[in-house]
């Protein structure tokens, strides 16, 4: 069992960043994809960014040019960048994880408010 550990949340003004952080229990680098989520309310979840175990990233019209995407397997922790923010970026932020396998994993959702 793999534990994905979140961090980074909070309450932003528009405009602002926050770097969303996703620390997981087993080495990152045997992973096969990792992507980040988003669930607002009343949404459903809804894809926000993937990176591939190449490295090559793919994010969602909403959020490409703002968000970035980036790993560091040394520490076994993905990240997410996310400047300029706006309010509709307002969502329960999820982590997810997929191993060569199979095996997929969540973490445990981080809020992020961006106020107007």
């Known amino acids: 069992q793999v534990q994905l550990v979140e961090s980074g949340g909070g309450l932003v003004q528009a405009g602002g960043s926050l770097r969303l952080s996703c620390t997981a229990s087993?080495?990152?680098?045997?992973?096969?994809?990792g992507t980040w989520y988003r669930q607002a309310p009343g949404n459903q979840r809804e894809l926000v960014a993937n990176i591939t175990w190449g490295g090559r990233t793919n994010y969602a019209e909403a959020v490409a040019g703002r968000f970035t995407f980036s790993r560091d397997n040394a520490k076994n922790t993905v990240y997410l960048q996310m400047n300029n923010l706006k309010p509709e970026d307002t969502a329960v932020y999820y982590c997810?994880?997929?191993?060569?396998?199979?095996?997929?994993?969540w973490g445990q959702g981080i809020q992020v408010t961006v106020s107007s």
């Open positions: 997810n994880f997929n191993y060569w396998g199979g095996s997929s994993y």
């Open positions: 087993r080495i990152i680098s045997s992973m096969r994809s």
